[in-house]
């Protein structure tokens, strides 16, 4: 594939950890949230088998916080999402598809509830600060909605949890999953979740302070030498093996949480209002087309910048490929694709045109691994 350098800009703005991870060996970046998001250090397949093995350090502040506070900011938050957040707690991160009123996904944030009337929406790549001040404006709540300055860090891996130890104490290894802390690093206090988007384990650190942030960066390579630390980033091989959802890619705003198997993220019977409810119940009743669903294809090479067909044996058209890469796991092809009804379910026989070879592949559930 050509490659392209991308041009820099006050728009496309960098992190406070752009310069390191460039005398680091970042070698591309994409957007994420009019931001630099790292997309490789070298070979994808490495840092893989690296993440799976032993701590990475990414820079994640491209996943930006927007800030509702203020006294109508618990029912604004649940009015965009689809999620009953009525039982939720301080300290506890909730995955939460946001929703508009025709129930298409909007973002799939990570949602932290810093008090009750402090929360933060971690997003996914879209601009969910704009739709948040729409719905406070229409709906005249009192509420400030900004975005903070915080600069995610994140440690992954299976080694995360004893190089985290060594600087923060054994209190970090207690965190249970999805629940957050304040921890001290030299006299400052960072907010410190368990979480990442990986499936291997570990910590996001919601960097404030920028300067201890930073110095909290050199400390984790420096402590990290007998962990065999890397630079890394969220690794397209190790996300799809484990089903981890790329919105933009894998979802967009013209699919709707069934489709996209949020199942357990939807609460219809509860009493709590939310944009989309009621076409989620009309969803429910009359049930979905089309799913996402894993391929696993016989090709041991793709390399995805848009969509492409899914066909059935006969060559029709059944669906639409969306995100893939090669999985040294499966010694294949394995992909995130939305099939249409009948045609969603495991076993199914499927065809791809990767590069004008039409290769065969087969329907399974997700998550892969
Ligand atoms: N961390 C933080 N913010 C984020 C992401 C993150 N914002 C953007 C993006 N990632 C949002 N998408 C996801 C998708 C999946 C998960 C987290 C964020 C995730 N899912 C777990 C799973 O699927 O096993 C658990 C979800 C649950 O059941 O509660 O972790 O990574 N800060």
Known sequence: MKTFSIAKSRRLRSTPYTSRIEKQGVTAYTTYNHML????????????????KNVQIW???GERQVEVRGKDSAKLVQM???RDLSKSKNGRCYY????????????DPVVLRLSEDRWWISIADSDVILFAKGLAIGNKFDVKIFEPNVDIMAIQGPKSFGLMEK???????????????YFDFKGTKHLIARSG??????????????KSGLELYDRLFEIGKEFNVKPGCPNL?????????????DMDLYDNPYECGFDKYVNLDSDVSFLGKDKLKKIKAEGINRKLMGLIIDANEISMTKSLDVKDENNNVIGELRSACFSPHFNKVIGIAMINKPFYTPSQNVKVDINGNICNGKVCDLPFI
């Open 37 to 52: 998001l790292p997309a490789a250090f070298g070979s994808l397949e490495d840092s893989y088998h690296h993440l799976k």
């Open 59 to 61: 820079d994640v502040a």
């Open 80 to 82: 965009m999402t689809c």
């Open 96 to 107: 939460c598809p946001i929703i508009d009123d025709d129930a298409g996904i909007i973002n």
């Open 167 to 181: 600087i923060f104490g054994e209190k970090i290894t207690n965190l249970k999953f999805f629940g957050f802390d």
């Open 197 to 210: 988007w990986s499936k291997q384990g570990g910590y996001e650190i919601y960097v404030e302070n920028t």
């Open 237 to 249: 091989i190790e996300r799809i093996e484990s089903g981890l959802l790329s919105y933009g890619n």
